[in-house]
C-alpha cells in the first residue's frame, strides 16, 4: 500500500494540484501531510462498526476499483464540484460520508493548523477523497482483502502515516512527501509544531466519540 501511494503521489500528481488548488510547493506539502493522515483516520474510525466496515467495503467494490488512479489530474478537476455526481469522483459527498456529516467543522479546525481558509481545506479534501478511496479500492481488490483485512489496512495506515507528526520520530507521509518534491522531509517533520502533532486522533476522537 505505501508502494502504491509513492507511485500515485509522483511530481505529475503535485504539479497537477498545485495548478488545481493555487498552493505554493511546501504549503501544499504540508497540508497533504495533515489531510491524507485525517482521512484514512476517518475511514478507520467509520470501519470499526461491523455496519461501517460492510459500508465501506460495499462502496469500495462497487465504486471505487483504483480505475480513477490512472487520470488523477481530470479527477482533481471535479472533485469538489457539487454537480459532479459521479460515485467514484463525488469528492464532496465521500467526505461528508468520512466524516459524517462534521467535514465543515473538521475543516474549520484544519484551517486554524494549516493557516488556509475553510473553503480551501474543503475543496483540498474533496479533490482528494476519490484518490484516497481509489487506493483503498484498488488495494483490497488487488490483494483480495475481506473486510477485516480493510479494516487492519485502515489501522497499519493510520499508525504509518501519522508518525509524521511525531517531532522526535520523523518517518510517516511527511517525510515521504518531502522525498517526492525534493524539499526533505526531515525539516517538516522537524517542526516544534507540527499539524498533525496538533491535529492527529485527538480531534477525530472528539468529533465521533
Keep these: 500500500m505505501i508502494e502504491l501511494v509513492q507511485k500515485v503521489m509522483n511530481p505529475d500528481t503535485f504539479n497537477s494540484l498545485e495548478e ?10 504540508e497540508a497533504l501531510g495533515t489531510l491524507l493522515p485525517t482521512m484514512i483516520e476517518a475511514l478507520g474510525n467509520n470501519a470499526q462498526s461491523e455496519e461501517g466496515a460492510a459500508a465501506l467495503a460495499n462502496a469500495l467494490d462497487r465504486d471505487h476499483d483504483g480505475s480513477i488512479l490512472e487520470n488523477l489530474s481530470e479527477a482533481f ?39 488556509l481558509n475553510s473553503a480551501t481545506v474543503m475543496s483540498l479534501m474533496a479533490k482528494l477523497a476519490p484518490m484516497v478511496m481509489g487506493l483503498l479500492g484498488k488495494a483490497k481488490k488487488d490483494g483480495g482483502m475481506d473486510i477485516g483485512q480493510l479494516v487492519g ?10 508518525k509524521g507528526g511525531s517531532a522526535q520520530g520523523g518517518g510517516g507521509l511527511m517525510d515521504m512527501l518531502g522525498g517526492l518534491l525534493g524539499g526533505g522531509g526531515n525539516q517538516a517533520s522537524a517542526q516544534p509544531e507540527s499539524p498533525l502533532k496538533t491535529i492527529g486522533a485527538s480531534i477525530l476522537k472528539n468529533i465521533f466519540k
Design 153 to 162: 489496512l485502515l489501522s497499519m495506515l493510520s499508525g504509518v502515516l501519522g
Design 77 to 115: 478537476e471535479f472533485g469538489d464540484k457539487a454537480e459532479d455526481t459521479g460515485k467514484a469522483t463525488d469528492g464532496l459527498g465521500i467526505v461528508y460520508h468520512m466524516f459524517g456529516g462534521q467535514q465543515e467543522h473538521v475543516a474549520n479546525q484544519l484551517s486554524q493548523s494549516l493557516g
Design 20 to 29: 488545481k488548488t493555487g498552493l505554493d510547493k511546501s504549503k501544499l506539502q
